[in-house]
């Protein structure tokens, strides 16, 4: 008799995905390297700034033509974004590697004047001159796509400007409008204007990472996947003491838009700690398995400048780190999802 042929395991995922401007390339790179492995179904996301446009990215192109579709639809985002080469400054400085170029961006003189100028001036006082940079490539999306029934459930996360409060749009509310507002850093963008279903008015929104980044818990329960991986891009430590004034606005952004992020973390560790002692009856909460995909090393090396300032060379490299981190996480947990978390959160906030 023949021998049967082994049945390919397959581990159900959800997805989130943090914010960080161009940085964002990092989970381009952590994407690429999930959607080429077989054993991986990636079944809900959310995704916030430029996990927003990923997200949408990814979704778009799957319902389209499967996972195929999602990278070279990701391939097209990131073409847009950083352009497929690097300037003439770039291309000397690429042999010193990412850290040199990152820091001759962050030094440069039409860098420093724009920083300077941000920090003087409102995004209002463009007046009629005022575009959104992002307005362009959201529009090339198939929104059809993006808000589909099928491929992964989708959720986008923005800061509703007048009570701060978290707005969590569904895939069926998505628009170019609704990315734009995950992504509104409000010293760069005017806010963006939308009308709310949950209050039934029009209301401003701002970006996503200052009240979740991402959100999680729209990723709890039925029927999605008990397991989140967590792509993250900005650095949980720091173990150099930021003193230039650039550096200590950069510490302080980073803080705050993880601050979301580790709350809902201690949430859940807090929840799973009663589910393992019995505390809480199995059922009444939603068991959780988190895992993170991170490479602090890598963007511990990076400045601001190259959040805001996409670069071919960086957004490449970006790419690149993003893959062998996740093969790496692939390698090291793969036989943990679907059956714990690779993610010790105790040890997190002990």
């Not at 003189?109 to 300077?116: D, Q, R, S, V």
């Not at 949950?198 to 397991?227: C, I, K, M, S």
Request: hydrophobic share 45%; proline share 5%.
């Amino acid at each position: 008799m023949r021998a049967r042929k082994a049945r390919m395991t397959v581990k159900r995922i959800n997805l989130a995905l943090q914010g960080g401007g161009a940085h964002g390339a990092f989970t381009w790179g952590a994407l690429e390297c999930l959607l080429s492995d077989p054993r991986i179904e990636i079944v809900g996301i959310s995704g916030t700034s430029a996990g927003a446009l990923n997200a949408a990215a990814l979704k778009a192109g799957m319902v389209q033509n499967g996972t195929r579709g999602a990278r070279d639809n990701l391939d097209w985002l990131w073409a847009e974004v950083g352009g497929a080469h690097g300037d003439a400054l770039t291309k000397w400085l690429s042999p010193f590697g990412i850290n040199a170029v990152s820091q001759a961006i962050e030094k440069s003189i039409p860098y420093m004047m724009g920083e300077a100028f941000t920090r003087m001036a409102s995004p209002y006082a463009y007046g009629p001159f005022y575009k959104n940079p992002l307005t362009d490539i959201l529009g090339e999306l198939n929104y059809e796509k993006v808000c589909a029934d099928e491929g992964p459930a989708l959720f986008i996360n923005a800061t509703r400007v007048r009570n701060g409060k978290l707005r969590v749009f569904r895939a069926e509310e998505i628009t170019a409008d609704v990315i734009m507002a995950s992504a509104c850093l409000p010293t760069l963008f005017q806010a963006v204007e939308i009308f709310d279903t949950e209050t039934g008015r029009v209301q401003a929104f701002w970006d996503g990472g200052y009240t979740g980044n991402p959100a999680l818990f729209p990723l709890f329960g039925d029927p999605l996947p008990d397991d989140i991986v967590v792509v993250n891009i900005n650095p949980l430590e720091r173990e150099k003491l930021p003193q230039t004034a650039q550096e200590i606005q950069n510490r302080l952004n980073e803080i705050s838009f993880n601050s979301s992020l580790l709350r809902e973390m201690r949430a859940i560790d807090f929840v799973q700690r009663l589910l393992e002692d019995g505390t809480l009856n199995p059922g009444t909460m939603s068991k959780v398995h988190m895992h993170m995909i991170a490479d602090d090393a890598v963007m511990n090396a990076l400045s601001v400048a190259t959040k805001s300032v996409p670069n071919g060379y960086v957004i490449s490299e970006l790419k690149s780190a993003g893959e062998a981190a996740t093969q790496a996480f692939l390698d090291a947990h793969f036989d943990d999802l679907n059956v714990r978390s690779s993610l010790n959160l105790r040890d997190m906030f002990a």
